[in-house]
Each structure stands twice: as structure tokens, then as C-alpha cells.
């Protein structure tokens, strides 16, 4: 895992291929410990915010088995990862446009069996990813759990952010993944965060940030971020049912003003808005409940 870790920091990382503008990819790896935290919601939302701020975004659903940023868009790819991987396509060729703003990386869903590729397939598909060198962000949705590809994904990143929700289960398996990143990942210039999904309100989210980052601090002598939190919010679950996402369906909804706030704090830029809404944001963000 090392070894495909550092070649993929080679390709996607180095200044030698650096986005269109001249600054090097942003490569941001989403993962969780479990399933159902809402990880791919969030990495598609805020796949849309990143092109609301004019960055030309890539959003690649790495997950070999169970993918599902298409169903979140709506979308039906003709090709995905799987072809590139079985080398029947190329990246150029199974990339795609879409009408969100962003282009995506379809994942390989229904076939688990490269669920965990050997060595062939993983440098087939290392080298294949230098085609994405010219997006500003790269955002890459793993899939849940801590296999062997998504430790060289978060290991080839510039941040990794751990997805998790108030439930107990998902807080536990935050910091599972959290201790196997500190345990088994050797890179010094990894910046890690944590979301906290589906809170009820700030206070809720704050405090489930804290108790991840002071058991990592204290147990894994481990430096995790609190990003932020997103408000269970009724336009979610909509959207989901819809195959739209949220920042599209109700860019005025808390969730979608959550995930702005979010980017904003990534690239340490004030997100504006538009009416009232500046106002709201900022209690909204202030630490009152």
C-alpha cells in the first residue's frame, strides 16, 4: 500500500502537472468508518459548491464495488472505473460531463470482485489518474471502510475527511478509521478532518467533534480539524429520492448553506450570499445553538 500511496502522490500531487492556472490539483479524499453516514451525499454537495466558486472540480467515485455518486446525480455512465481498470477504456474516455458544473469518474458498481485490485490493475489505474491533473479539486469518494484502497487514497491525499454522524456506532467507527490512518499511513503532510453529518444543532455537532479530536489527540497523539457539521435537514432525504442533489434542488436550505461554509473554510474564503442570509450564517456558524 505504501508504494501505490507514493505513486499516486507522485502523479497527482507533484507541481510537474499542475492544474490549468498553475497551481497544483487539490486532491480531497472523503471516507468513513461505516456505511449510511451520508459520505457520498457529501462528497458530490460538495463537489457542486467547489464549481459554485469557479474551481473546475472532479468528482471520482472510487469505490470498486458499491458506487453511487451517479445515482446521486441521476446519471446513467456508459463507462466507469471498471473499463479503465480491465483496460477496455481510458479516463479520457470515461470521464464525464455533467450538467451540475463538475465532471465525474463513475465507480465500478456490481462488481465486488475488484473490490481490493491487485497490483496490475492498481498501476494501471495510478497512471491512468495523471489525466485528471488539470482540475483544480479532485474530490474522491471512497468507499466505507478501511480496505486497502481506500488507505492508499487517503494516503496519496492532500486532506482526508472522515465523515461521521451523532450516532454512537458511527462516532466509534470514526475513530477506528481515525486510529488506522495514525497506525498504518505514512504521510507527514496529510491534513485530516472531521464532518459531523445530520446534527440537530451546533452544539450537537461540536460536541461529537470534540470528543473524536480530544481521543485522538490523547490515545493517537493525532491532529484532526473540525471542519464543520451539517444539519439534518428534510431536503436531503428529498433530494436522495429526487436523483438531485441538495445544493441544486435548494441552494437556501441548511444543509446546502452547511456545505458552503464548508468549502469556504477548505479554501479560507467567505462564501458569499445572497438577501439575508449572510447574517444567518454567521449565528449559524457562531456556536450558539
Known amino acids: 500500500m505504501a508504494d501505490q500511496a507514493e505513486t499516486l502522490r507522485e502523479i497527482m500531487r507533484n507541481g510537474d502537472v499542475p492544474a490549468g492556472g498553475g497551481q497544483r490539483t487539490r486532491i480531497i479524499t472523503v471516507a468513513s468508518g461505516k456505511g449510511g453516514v451520508g459520505k457520498t451525499n457529501l462528497s458530490t454537495n460538495l463537489a457542486i459548491a467547489y464549481a459554485k466558486i469557479g474551481k473546475r472540480v472532479v468528482l471520482m467515485d472510487a469505490d470498486l464495488g458499491l458506487a453511487n455518486v451517479n445515482v ?70 471512497t468507499s466505507a471502510g478501511v480496505s486497502s484502497n481506500v488507505l492508499s487514497f487517503i494516503a496519496a491525499a492532500d486532506e482526508a475527511i472522515i465523515v461521521t454522524t451523532p450516532e454512537p456506532t458511527a462516532i466509534t467507527d470514526a475513530y477506528g478509521i481515525i486510529k488506522i490512518i495514525a497506525t498504518e499511513i505514512d504521510n507527514p503532510g496529510l491534513s485530516l478532518k472531521l464532518i459531523v453529518n445530520r446534527v440537530k444543532s451546533v452544539t450537537e455537532g461540536k460536541k461529537v467533534a470534540e470528543r473524536v479530536i480530544n481521543i485522538a489527540g490523547q490515545f493517537l497523539n493525532l491532529k484532526v480539524d473540525y471542519l464543520g457539521y451539517v444539519y439534518e435537514d428534510p431536503i436531503v432525504q428529498q433530494s436522495v429520492l429526487r436523483q438531485r442533489p441538495f445544493m441544486v434542488n435548494d441552494p437556501k436550505a441548511k444543509a446546502s448553506m452547511c456545505v458552503r461554509q464548508i468549502v469556504g473554510r477548505l479554501e479560507k474564503i467567505d462564501v458569499p450570499e445572497n438577501g439575508g442570509l449572510g447574517g444567518f450564517l454567521k449565528r449559524l456558524f457562531s456556536g450558539s445553538a
Do not use: W
Open 72 to 141: 446521486v446525480l441521476g446519471i446513467i455512465p456508459k463507462f466507469n472505473l471498471y473499463h479503465l481498470i480491465r483496460k477496455q477504456k481510458t479516463m479520457k474516455e470515461i470521464i464525464m460531463d455533467t450538467s451540475y458544473g463538475i465532471q465525474i469518474v463513475a465507480g465500478a458498481s456490481g462488481f465486488a470482485k475488484i473490490a481490493n485490485l491487485d497490483e496490475e490493475e492498481r498501476d494501471r489505474f495510478v497512471q491512468e489518474l495523471s489525466q485528471l491533473s488539470t482540475a483544480d479539486v479532485i474530490i474522491i469518494d
